[in-house]
């Protein structure tokens, strides 16, 4: 499927809402469309185009699949409200964390959050209510990725030749698939989203399972949202693309009250960056980088280690898995 990017010097954001609310408003009828939101930028902006064109015939739902930062759920679905859109909240912890029991490599991972997201939760949600579409905020650069091999998106099913019809009994609906990250930041902010949203920094589709090497587990979850909210408290302010505390799989050796403490290793990321194709880390300042590694290995329980990534991207990428 050949997909045009509209670049962000070529966007003109009012004209583009009112293509794709026409766009949703004619592939939908009179029928009700689901509506898949994160609390994302893309995910809003496809929530707010969505909302726009079809009102209370759009059924929003937030999935709480247990691999969210720390209070995520609860906030997103307020913000919206206060927005004007109903989100209804769905328990599927259980669901996801059994599919990714055992897991450990990257494409296993994706994989199993692909098919639990689209084919258990979202194929369950569609049978109940009998809509024909799902509405989401598949961007430029997941399809780009993806397709290049570099990582598999969660949330590209068409463009790899899966026939979501087929598969999990409705279609999908992207209406932000031409655009990139800065651009897609330019519709959310013509569309009135506050700016805690539209200046949010990129955030994974797998979440947090895109920051654990290795298996995910409950466990290992508490320990990278804990390393997430120090991380996004003290690098808020730094104006960066993108900040992200990782989870490494081996333990390593450190040294507590004179004894060993055999513990875990968090890599910290600080990425400068205009659209996710390349980047490079952020010159973050040695004091800003010890109070980082001091708040860390004393607030998160098991923690030894510290370090910073400062490769660019390519070799490296943005995200670890």
Known sequence: MKIEEIKLEDLQPQKFIEEKVKEISSVAGD???????????????????????????????????????????????????????????????????NALKGLTGPEQKREAITQ???????????????????????????????VAGVKRQHNILEQLGIDTQQQYGYKVIEPIIQLRKPAVREVAKTLGLPEQIYNRPPFPGPALAARIIGEVTQKRVEVVRAATKIVEEELSDTGAFQYMAILHQDKVTGVRDGKRDYGLQIELRCWESKDAVTGSPTRLSYEALEKLAERITTEVPGVVSVTYNVTKKPPSTIEAV
């Open 31 to 97: 029928g009700l469309v689901i509506n898949a939101l994160s609390g994302g930028v893309d995910s809003s902006t496809v929530t707010m185009l969505g909302h726009r064109a079809l009102g209370d015939r759009l059924k929003t739902y937030f999935i709480e699949n247990g691999i969210m930062r720390r209070g995520e759920p609860q906030m997103v679905v307020s913000l919206f409200k206060k927005l004007g859109v109903s989100v209804e909240m769905v328990d599927a912890k259980n669901e996801f964390f």
């Open 116 to 146: 639990v997201f689209y084919k258990d939760v979202f194929g369950r949600l569609v049978k109940e209510s009998g809509v024909k579409y799902l509405l989401q905020g598949s961007n430029y650069t997941d399809v780009e990725e993806t």
